[in-house]
C-alpha cells in the first residue's frame, strides 16, 4: 500500500510557474501526473521511473519538467509558461509492479495508487 499526498497547487497568472510535489509514503516503480479539467477525461502529464527515466505528454513538453527525490520519497512537477488550458486538478499516481517492459505508462489504468489531487487555476 502508498499512500500519496499532493502539495503546491494554486492560482497563478498566464505564464508564471508552479511546482507541485507529492510524498509517497512507500516504494513506487512509476510515478506520474496526471491531470482533469472540468468535463474531460484524465490526461497523463509526465512520468518517472525509479532510476529517473521519464516521458512527458507532448501539450506540456518544454514547459513541464518531473523529477524525484528518492531520498525523500517526493515526486515533483515543476510547470512554467502556464496557460489557462493548464487549469485543471492534478493527481499524483504510483505503481510498484514492473510491466509493460519496465515502461511507465502515460495511462491512468496502468497505476494503483493516487492522491486526493491538488488545484492549478490558470488565469489569463
Known amino acids: 500500500q502508498v499512500h500519496l499526498v499532493e502539495s503546491g497547487g494554486g492560482s497563478a497568472q498566464a505564464g508564471a510557474s508552479l511546482r507541485l510535489s507529492c510524498v509517497a509514503s512507500?516504494?513506487?516503480?512509476?510515478m506520474g501526473w496526471f491531470r482533469q479539467a472540468p468535463g474531460k477525461e484524465r490526461e497523463g502529464v509526465a512520468t518517472i521511473r525509479v532510476d529517473g527515466s521519464t516521458s512527458i505528454a507532448d501539450s506540456v513538453m518544454g514547459r513541464f519538467t518531473i523529477s524525484q527525490d528518492n531520498a525523500k520519497s517526493t515526486l515533483f512537477l515543476q510547470m512554467n509558461s502556464l496557460k489557462p488550458e493548464d487549469t485543471a486538478m492534478y493527481y499524483c499516481?504510483?505503481?510498484?509492479?514492473?510491466?509493460?517492459?519496465?515502461?511507465?505508462?502515460?495511462?491512468?489504468?496502468?497505476?494503483?495508487?493516487w492522491g486526493q489531487g491538488t488545484q492549478v487555476t490558470v488565469s489569463s
Open positions: 512507500g516504494y513506487t516503480f512509476c
Open positions: 499516481a504510483a505503481d510498484q509492479r514492473w510491466r509493460s517492459g519496465g515502461a511507465c505508462l502515460m495511462s491512468a489504468n496502468f497505476y494503483n495508487y
